[in-house]
């Protein structure tokens, strides 16, 4: 049960998940409201973004609170200031950090030190705040999400990894296709067939994409390289060819198949050209829902 941060969606359970996406289901319909009056949200990215950033700001404001932007040329996690220190320092002030970061064990270690809860908006390893949107965007166009069969296509990432365990928890199927060497770490793919053993989620993990498309309601992929791993672009281009979702994989899909992606994408690479702002995107639907599913979660955190 989610109790003190937000880092992995191994820090929920299935019962946190639904009653979030509920809560996102209705925040969405009641707009602007004023609850949050007097309460602080401190972002510290160590990262570019762009949906992450705007989201939580809007989120914030909208629920009549403020947010403090710091990038970590400011801060230096780390290097300039002990992880730790910040922890303890910005705890002082605000009343919920949300902080991306290379390394995951630095966002577990402003978890770990902070007093005020901690939300992890994306690191090396885990996207959590990204994979609730997705569930409820899937939850949006499907009405359901057990028995639902998503595919993933493309590098075994941060992504990856919180849509794997998001999914194993609800009693989603997740089929995901990576090249050789790009597969989901090994850790992850034992702790989400642990839950999916108790929840039903079937779970295949393979090479081959036309196995993972065929039939499936969702086409999901992301970048092929993530933020940092930019000096491996042209290796991974090579590797990665053939992992592209495009119309032949949705002609092999479920008729009504939607794309997924959670942006930034790259044209022409994991993803067609064109296709994401086709019939099948709910993309830009993904990127609204970042906003909805963390006001969710500020609202679970934050003791109003
Ligand atoms: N895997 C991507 C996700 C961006 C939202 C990255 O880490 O850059």
């Known amino acids: 049960m989610l109790s003190h941060s937000l880092v992995s969606i191994a820090d929920l359970d299935a019962a946190d998940i639904t009653g979030l996406i509920d809560t996102a289901v209705s925040l969405k319909k009641r ?38 932007f710091m990038s970590d040329k400011e801060v230096g996690l780390g290097q ?27 966002v577990q270690d402003l978890a770990k030190y902070s007093t005020v809860p901690v939300i992890n908006a994306l690191s090396d390893e885990e996207h959590p705040c990204q994979a609730l949107a997705d569930l409820l965007t899937i ?20 992504i990856a990894a919180s849509l794997l365990l998001a999914s194993a928890l609800v009693g989603m199927n997740i089929n995901l296709a990576s090249p050789n060497g790009y597969e989901v770490d090994v850790a992850v793919q034992a702790k ?20 993972v498309a065929a039939g499936a309601d969702v086409l999901y992929t992301d970048v092929w390289a993530s933020m940092g791993q930019e000096s491996e672009s042209e290796k991974r281009k090579k590797d990665f060819a053939g992992y592209q979702v495009n119309t032949g994989l949705f002609a092999i899909a479920a008729g009504d198949a939607i794309l997924m992606h959670d942006l930034p994408a ?16 709910v993309v830009f639907d993904q990127a609204e829902n970042r906003m909805h599913a963390q006001k969710a979660v500020l609202y679970k955190l934050i003791n109003t």
Do not use: C, W
């Not at 570019?48 to 609170?65: C, E, H, I, N």
């Not at 939850?139 to 941060?158: C, R, S, V």
């Not at 790259?266 to 995107?281: F, K, L, P, Q, T």
């Open 192 to 211: 989400a067939k642990e839950y999916a053993a108790i929840s039903g989620s079937k779970i295949v993990i393979t090479n081959d994409i036309r196995e």
């Open 139 to 158: 939850h949006e166009h499907k009405g359901k999400l057990e028995g639902i069969n998503l595919a993933y296509i493309g590098d075994g990432n941060n």
């Open 31 to 68: 707009g602007p409201i004023k609850d949050f009056a007097g309460k602080t949200l401190a972002l510290l990215f160590e990262k570019p973004s762009l949906r992450t950033k705007v989201s939580f700001d809007v989120a914030m404001y909208q629920l009549g609170g403020h947010t403090v």
């Open 80 to 106: 300039r200031e002990p992880v730790r220190d910040a922890a303890l320092v910005l705890s002082r002030y605000v009343d919920v950090i949300s902080a991306r970061t290379f390394a995951h064990k630095t």
């Open 266 to 281: 790259h044209h022409g690479d994991e993803v067609e050209h064109g296709i994401i702002y086709g019939e099948r995107s």
